[in-house]
């Protein structure tokens, strides 16, 4: 009998605790509601401390709603993210499967990779995540392929974008994964070519792709860079029709015809213009001055004069005349008497 009614305390003691916490959680709701995060945040804790070493489904689901709760108001309200990092993972660790967790997961990859740039650990809760196989995992493995390349380890990211090409073909992120997997090969030293077909793929697969005039735009910038100016302004002007910045396609255009035509010779093969002084860039020699005089206008004999006079000598066929002999001078008249 006395054991009956120890039994049935502890019951009613658990019963009035478990409504306690409860009412604590709704509490703490209610103040996030009301716009009052530090309100909701003490009472978030006090449900938690009220389920310290109970381990029941119920208290599961309890913990599980606080620590997703309190971590919320730190992330989204407060912006204290080395707390919210401390919530989302400890609820991982004590609720793995809880619904709540899922999320939880999201925001702790949102925090590290935003906010302290841990990009590995974001890698990591994104793919504990997949592992749940969410209904947005076409998202997560895209977001996770385009961290790599963040990361700048083009090969896995590559690799991560095939796996969303493959796995999630009927997502609407496939041609997103394509155009990531074709930047990421373009990085990599020696694959030019490699990035020009995946980015033809891309064009070839989605024609009406937002993406498609950008990827025409990389195969004009990859040919330029193969030494083929010509067949790159044809890519270019390919991609003007749909391109959001028609100007700057342009302006790449008219920077690769300057180019080209300041790389090609004038008249180079026509015998017609080879000697024709009017072609722009010909040479025309001119006759050069052979001393200073003549450099200033003065006549070829007075140029010979200055250089006898300096000791010089005469130019062949240049020699000076000679000068005329002087008339003898009148004799004097007589003087007048």
Known sequence: MVRLVFLSTVLVLGGCRKNDVRASLEKGRDAVYAHKPNEA?????????????????????????????????????????????????????????????????????????????????AIAALNDALARNPPQSAELAYRVAKIYFELGDYRQCELEAQRVITKYETSPFVDDAMMLRAQAVAMVEGRRGDAVRLYQELVDKFPDSELQPHALFEIGKL?????????????????????????????????????????????IGDATKAFDRDVPGSFVPHKMAKSSIEAVGGTPDEAAAEAKMRGEEVPAGEAPKPAPKPEAAPAPAPAAP
């Open 223 to 267: 040919t330029s860079d193969s030494g083929d100016t010509e067949k790159a302004i044809e890519v270019w002007v390919a991609c003007l029709k749909r391109h959001p910045e028609p100007q700057a396609v342009q302006t790449v255009i008219a920077v690769a015809r300057r180019q080209l035509r300041t790389a090609t010779p004038v008249g």
């Open 41 to 121: 945040l003490r009472w978030y804790h006090t449900a938690l401390e009220g389920l310290e070493r109970d381990e029941s489904p119920e208290a599961q689901v309890i913990r599980a709603r606080a620590l997703r709760g309190a971590g919320d108001v730190y992330y989204l309200e407060l912006k204290d993210y080395r707390r919210a990092v401390e919530a989302y993972r400890e609820l991982v660790q004590l609720c793995p499967e809880a619904p709540e967790t899922l999320g939880a997961r999201l925001h702790l990859a949102d925090v590290l990779e935003r906010e302290f740039h841990d990009l590995r650990g």
